[in-house]
């Protein structure tokens, strides 16, 4: 079946940095586009971060408003394992953070727009940013 | 694009029909998912592109909308349906989720 585990997480201090990693098995891992999602404690879900499947220096990334220039997200296809480096941490980061996997489809009237989703995800890793 | 969820938090006995709306600040046609989360758990997508309903997902969660305004509604609400539900666009980035509906016993 289709799983993500994620590692990486841990207490780091204000400025630190931090690189959080997603293996994913039972799918075509180079196939797929990947996504970054975090909780912060007993708070909503935001969305971090999502690569498209190739990769390369040249491939589709995109970032929230919040992390962008300090947040890379990178994959090893080879690996089948997706990355998070964190740089310049604040306490605002703390958080649970899951990888999850782009599912998507074209509708009718989509061809060029697909409907996504994230589905599956991982189980989560927690990073807590304090002195 | 801003998502607002409401209520922020309802009660509700087993049984009970529940509606849980979802606004857009700007259309996004049809590109509306639907998340359950309980306590301690990882979040599950429950309908996907505003009305389709996942895989394993039962028949009584249901979601309708389009452009800026949907629902998602539970008819017979069971005792595993007690969670927080979290709406999420996904017609562009930063794919923004509401701030959740939690679903609690009366």
């Known amino acids: 079946q289709v799983q993500l585990v994620e590692s990486g997480g841990g207490v780091v201090q204000p400025g630190g940095s931090l690189r959080l990693s997603c293996v994913g098995s039972g799918f075509t891992f180079s196939n797929s586009g990947m996504h970054w999602v975090r909780q912060a404690p007993d708070k909503g879900l935001e969305w971090v971060a999502f690569?498209?499947?190739?990769?390369?220096?040249?491939?589709?990334?995109y970032y929230a408003d919040s992390v962008k220039g300090r947040f890379t997200i990178s994959r090893d296809n080879s690996k089948h394992t997706l990355y998070l480096q964190m740089n310049s941490l604040r306490a605002e980061d703390t958080a649970v953070y899951y990888c999850?996997?782009?599912?998507?489809?074209?509708?009718?009237?989509?061809?060029?727009?697909?409907?996504?989703?994230?589905?599956?995800w991982g189980q989560g890793t927690l990073v807590t940013v304090s002195s | 694009i801003q998502m607002t969820q409401s209520p922020s938090s309802l009660s509700a006995s087993v049984g009970d029909r529940v509606t849980i709306t979802c606004r857009a600040s700007?259309?996004?046609?049809?590109?509306l998912n639907w998340y359950q989360q309980k306590p301690g758990k990882v979040p599950k997508l429950l309908i996907f592109?505003?009305?389709s309903l996942q895989g394993g997902v039962p028949s009584r969660f249901s979601g309708t909308g389009s452009g800026t305004d949907f629902t998602l509604t539970i008819s017979n609400l069971q005792p595993e349906d007690f969670a927080t539900y979290y709406c999420?666009?996904?017609?562009?980035?930063?794919?923004?989720f509401g701030g959740g509906t939690k679903v609690e016993i009366k």
């Open positions: 999850a996997k782009r599912s998507y489809y074209y509708g009718s009237g989509s061809a060029n727009h697909p409907y996504t989703w994230f589905d599956p």
């Open positions: 690569i498209q499947y190739d990769g390369t220096d040249g491939s589709e990334k």
């Open positions: 592109a505003a009305s």
């Open positions: 999420q666009e996904s017609y562009t980035t930063p794919f923004t």
């Open positions: 700007q259309s996004i046609s049809s590109y």
